[in-house]
Protein backbone atom coordinates (compact mmCIF):
# COMPACT_ATOMS: atom_id res chain seq x y z
CA UNK A 1 0.00 0.00 0.00
CA UNK A 2 1.10 3.75 -0.70
CA UNK A 3 1.46 5.39 2.50
CA UNK A 4 3.35 8.69 3.64
CA UNK A 5 4.69 8.63 7.57
CA UNK A 6 4.71 11.83 9.43
CA UNK A 7 5.92 10.67 12.74
CA UNK A 8 5.85 13.38 15.01
CA UNK A 9 2.45 14.97 15.97
CA UNK A 10 4.41 18.09 17.28
CA UNK A 11 7.38 20.06 16.43
CA UNK A 12 8.46 22.48 18.97
CA UNK A 13 11.43 24.91 18.38
CA UNK A 14 11.92 28.25 19.68
CA UNK A 15 12.39 31.57 17.50
CA UNK A 16 15.88 32.09 15.84
CA UNK A 17 16.75 27.81 15.62
CA UNK A 18 16.55 25.35 12.64
CA UNK A 19 13.86 23.49 12.54
CA UNK A 20 12.83 20.05 10.63
CA UNK A 21 9.43 18.58 9.96
CA UNK A 22 10.22 14.70 9.24
CA UNK A 23 8.42 12.81 6.25
CA UNK A 24 9.28 9.34 5.18
CA UNK A 25 7.19 7.33 2.51
CA UNK A 26 6.60 3.72 1.21
CA UNK A 27 5.11 4.33 -2.60
CA UNK A 28 6.38 2.41 -5.44
CA UNK A 29 8.67 3.87 -8.18
CA UNK A 30 9.93 7.39 -8.49
CA UNK A 31 7.41 9.33 -7.11
CA UNK A 32 6.45 12.95 -6.97
CA UNK A 33 6.88 14.65 -3.26
CA UNK A 34 5.26 17.69 -1.80
CA UNK A 35 4.80 19.87 1.20
CA UNK A 36 2.18 22.35 2.30
CA UNK A 37 1.23 24.23 5.15
CA UNK A 38 -1.86 25.17 6.20
CA UNK A 39 -3.22 27.65 8.78
CA UNK A 40 -5.91 27.91 10.89
CA UNK A 41 -9.32 28.19 8.99
CA UNK A 42 -7.61 27.89 5.47
CA UNK A 43 -7.03 25.65 2.53
CA UNK A 44 -3.29 24.42 2.00
CA UNK A 45 -0.82 25.99 0.40
CA UNK A 46 2.34 25.11 -1.15
CA UNK A 47 5.44 24.99 -0.02
CA UNK A 48 7.88 23.38 -2.49
CA UNK A 49 7.96 19.81 -4.36
CA UNK A 50 10.56 17.37 -5.69
CA UNK A 51 9.96 16.02 -9.25
CA UNK A 52 13.90 14.82 -10.17
CA UNK A 53 17.09 16.16 -10.12
CA UNK A 54 18.86 17.72 -7.65
CA UNK A 55 17.54 16.44 -4.05
CA UNK A 56 17.83 19.77 -2.13
CA UNK A 57 14.64 21.71 -2.85
CA UNK A 58 14.17 25.16 -2.12
CA UNK A 59 10.21 26.68 -1.94
CA UNK A 60 8.31 29.50 -0.43
CA UNK A 61 8.90 31.43 2.98
CA UNK A 62 12.97 30.50 3.34
CA UNK A 63 12.46 26.86 3.65
CA UNK A 64 13.94 23.60 1.94
CA UNK A 65 13.36 19.38 1.67
CA UNK A 66 16.16 17.06 0.98
CA UNK A 67 15.21 14.17 -0.89
CA UNK A 68 16.80 10.82 -0.12
CA UNK A 69 15.97 7.93 -1.95
CA UNK A 70 18.23 5.34 0.04
CA UNK A 71 15.83 6.59 3.10
CA UNK A 72 12.36 7.22 1.81
CA UNK A 73 13.10 10.62 2.99
CA UNK A 74 12.15 14.19 2.66
CA UNK A 75 12.24 16.20 5.70
CA UNK A 76 11.62 19.72 5.95
CA UNK A 77 13.41 22.53 6.90
CA UNK A 78 14.81 25.52 7.57
CA UNK A 79 17.06 27.71 9.16
CA UNK A 80 15.99 29.80 11.33
CA UNK A 81 12.59 29.62 12.33
CA UNK A 82 9.75 32.57 12.71
CA UNK A 83 6.89 32.73 15.02
CA UNK A 84 5.10 33.08 12.12
CA UNK A 85 6.25 29.55 10.68
CA UNK A 86 3.91 28.60 13.24
CA UNK A 87 0.56 26.28 11.15
CA UNK A 88 0.32 22.46 9.99
CA UNK A 89 2.16 20.67 7.34
CA UNK A 90 0.99 17.87 5.28
CA UNK A 91 4.02 15.59 3.28
CA UNK A 92 2.43 13.91 0.26
CA UNK A 93 3.56 11.84 -2.36
CA UNK A 94 2.25 11.27 -5.50
CA UNK A 95 3.62 7.59 -6.61
CA UNK A 96 4.54 6.59 -9.90
CA UNK A 97 1.30 6.33 -12.43
CA UNK A 98 -1.09 7.84 -9.46
CA UNK A 99 -3.24 10.31 -10.54
CA UNK A 100 -3.38 12.26 -7.12
CA UNK A 101 -2.08 12.35 -3.94
CA UNK A 102 -1.00 10.65 -0.82
CA UNK A 103 -1.17 12.70 2.07
CA UNK A 104 0.77 12.34 5.56
CA UNK A 105 -1.17 12.64 8.81
CA UNK A 106 0.26 16.43 9.34
CA UNK A 107 2.68 17.92 11.61
CA UNK A 108 1.81 20.83 14.01
CA UNK A 109 4.62 22.97 14.23
CA UNK A 110 4.81 25.68 17.26
CA UNK A 111 7.65 28.19 16.74
CA UNK A 112 8.03 30.10 20.20
CA UNK A 113 9.13 33.17 20.88
CA UNK B 1 -3.27 32.59 -4.39
CA UNK B 2 -4.71 29.91 -6.72
CA UNK B 3 -7.82 30.36 -8.80
CA UNK B 4 -10.26 27.98 -6.68
CA UNK B 5 -13.14 29.17 -5.41
CA UNK B 6 -15.16 27.61 -2.12
CA UNK B 7 -18.59 28.96 -1.15
CA UNK B 8 -19.72 29.97 0.94
CA UNK B 9 -16.92 29.96 3.39
CA UNK B 10 -18.78 29.14 6.48
CA UNK B 11 -22.59 27.84 6.39
CA UNK B 12 -24.41 27.09 9.74
CA UNK B 13 -27.74 24.36 9.48
CA UNK B 14 -30.00 22.08 10.74
CA UNK B 15 -30.47 18.85 10.67
CA UNK B 16 -32.21 17.56 7.86
CA UNK B 17 -31.43 20.30 5.58
CA UNK B 18 -30.19 19.84 1.84
CA UNK B 19 -27.01 21.65 1.19
CA UNK B 20 -24.23 22.36 -1.63
CA UNK B 21 -21.03 23.28 -1.36
CA UNK B 22 -19.56 24.63 -4.50
CA UNK B 23 -15.95 24.63 -5.87
CA UNK B 24 -14.82 26.29 -9.20
CA UNK B 25 -11.44 26.86 -10.66
CA UNK B 26 -10.52 29.08 -13.25
CA UNK B 27 -6.49 26.99 -14.18
CA UNK B 28 -8.43 24.68 -16.45
CA UNK B 29 -7.42 21.65 -14.09
CA UNK B 30 -8.89 18.44 -14.83
CA UNK B 31 -8.64 17.28 -11.98
CA UNK B 32 -10.40 17.70 -9.06
CA UNK B 33 -10.56 16.48 -5.49
CA UNK B 34 -13.21 17.19 -2.13
CA UNK B 35 -11.66 16.54 1.34
CA UNK B 36 -13.07 16.07 4.66
CA UNK B 37 -10.84 17.29 7.68
CA UNK B 38 -11.77 17.92 11.37
CA UNK B 39 -9.62 21.33 12.75
CA UNK B 40 -6.31 20.44 12.62
CA UNK B 41 -6.42 16.78 12.06
CA UNK B 42 -5.79 14.89 8.91
CA UNK B 43 -7.18 15.22 5.62
CA UNK B 44 -9.35 12.83 4.30
CA UNK B 45 -10.49 12.14 0.59
CA UNK B 46 -14.02 11.78 0.32
CA UNK B 47 -14.57 12.37 -3.52
CA UNK B 48 -12.83 13.15 -6.92
CA UNK B 49 -13.25 13.39 -10.23
CA UNK B 50 -10.29 13.08 -13.43
CA UNK B 51 -12.98 15.05 -16.28
CA UNK B 52 -16.01 16.16 -17.40
CA UNK B 53 -18.26 13.66 -16.37
CA UNK B 54 -16.06 10.94 -14.50
CA UNK B 55 -16.24 11.18 -10.37
CA UNK B 56 -14.98 8.46 -7.71
CA UNK B 57 -15.23 7.85 -4.28
CA UNK B 58 -12.56 8.41 -2.37
CA UNK B 59 -10.66 7.38 0.34
CA UNK B 60 -13.37 7.74 3.16
CA UNK B 61 -16.59 6.89 2.62
CA UNK B 62 -19.15 9.85 2.85
CA UNK B 63 -22.87 10.42 2.63
CA UNK B 64 -22.25 13.10 0.30
CA UNK B 65 -22.63 13.42 -3.82
CA UNK B 66 -20.84 15.07 -6.19
CA UNK B 67 -21.65 16.03 -10.18
CA UNK B 68 -18.68 17.10 -12.52
CA UNK B 69 -20.94 18.76 -15.59
CA UNK B 70 -18.55 21.62 -16.34
CA UNK B 71 -14.43 21.18 -16.07
CA UNK B 72 -14.35 24.59 -13.87
CA UNK B 73 -16.85 23.31 -11.42
CA UNK B 74 -17.09 20.38 -8.65
CA UNK B 75 -20.21 20.58 -6.72
CA UNK B 76 -20.71 18.33 -3.39
CA UNK B 77 -24.00 18.42 -2.06
CA UNK B 78 -25.42 16.53 0.99
CA UNK B 79 -29.21 15.85 1.02
CA UNK B 80 -29.70 15.49 4.51
CA UNK B 81 -27.67 17.07 6.99
CA UNK B 82 -26.77 15.70 9.86
CA UNK B 83 -24.37 16.59 12.83
CA UNK B 84 -21.82 14.26 12.41
CA UNK B 85 -21.28 16.21 8.97
CA UNK B 86 -19.89 18.73 10.68
CA UNK B 87 -16.57 19.38 9.33
CA UNK B 88 -14.59 21.72 7.43
CA UNK B 89 -14.68 21.01 2.82
CA UNK B 90 -11.63 21.47 1.01
CA UNK B 91 -11.42 21.38 -2.51
CA UNK B 92 -8.34 20.85 -4.77
CA UNK B 93 -7.94 20.62 -8.62
CA UNK B 94 -4.48 19.68 -10.05
CA UNK B 95 -3.22 18.53 -13.63
CA UNK B 96 -0.54 16.48 -15.41
CA UNK B 97 0.98 19.65 -16.60
CA UNK B 98 1.71 21.00 -13.28
CA UNK B 99 3.02 17.48 -12.04
CA UNK B 100 -0.28 16.85 -9.91
CA UNK B 101 -0.04 19.49 -7.56
CA UNK B 102 -2.99 19.66 -5.88
CA UNK B 103 -4.15 23.76 -5.56
CA UNK B 104 -6.35 23.67 -2.69
CA UNK B 105 -9.80 26.54 -1.44
CA UNK B 106 -9.92 28.40 1.14
CA UNK B 107 -12.46 25.71 2.39
CA UNK B 108 -15.66 25.22 3.63
CA UNK B 109 -16.54 25.39 7.36
CA UNK B 110 -20.02 23.53 7.99
CA UNK B 111 -21.71 22.94 10.71
CA UNK B 112 -24.98 21.01 11.49
CA UNK B 113 -26.99 22.09 14.64
Known amino acids: AQSVAQPEDQVNVAEGNPLTVKCTYS??????LFWYVQYPNRGLQFLLK??????LVKGSYGFEAEFNKSQTSFHLKKPSALVSDSALYFC???????????FGTGTRLLVSP | EADIYQTPRYLVIGTGKKITLECSQT?????MYWYQQDPGMELHLIHY???????EKGDLSSESTVSRIRTEHFPLTLESARPSHTSQYLC????????????FGPGTRLTVT
Open chain 1, 92 to 102: AVRPTGFQKLV
Open chain 1, 27 to 32: VSGNPY
Open chain 1, 50 to 55: YITGDN
Open chain 2, 27 to 31: MGHDK
Open chain 2, 49 to 55: SYGVNST
Open chain 2, 92 to 103: ASSDRREAYEQY
